[in-house]
């Protein structure tokens, strides 16, 4: 899923820069979030939503960390 800063029709708006989010095995996770009551609108307004998001640390092909946006 692709997140542009701008948002979409499908993703909100958020400060940082363009990113494109991959779910892995999301039949699973999809069904683990409704089992929790987690609709498919929460979690995608999630994903661009929390700055926590912004701040993991990425680490690059040598193991160094950098900041993400």
Do not use: C
């Not at 363009?18 to 999630?46: C, Q, T």
């Not at 701040?55 to 960390?65: E, I, M, T």
């Amino acid at each position: 899923v692709l997140l542009p800063s701008s948002g979409s029709a499908v993703t909100p708006a958020h400060p940082s820069g363009d990113f494109k989010w991959i779910d892995y095995s999301p039949d699973v996770f999809r069904n683990m979030r409704n089992l929790w009551g987690v609709h498919d609108a929460e979690y995608m307004l999630s994903l661009g939503a929390s700055s926590k998001l912004w701040q993991l640390n990425s680490p690059g092909k040598s193991g160094a960390h950098s900041k993400g946006r």
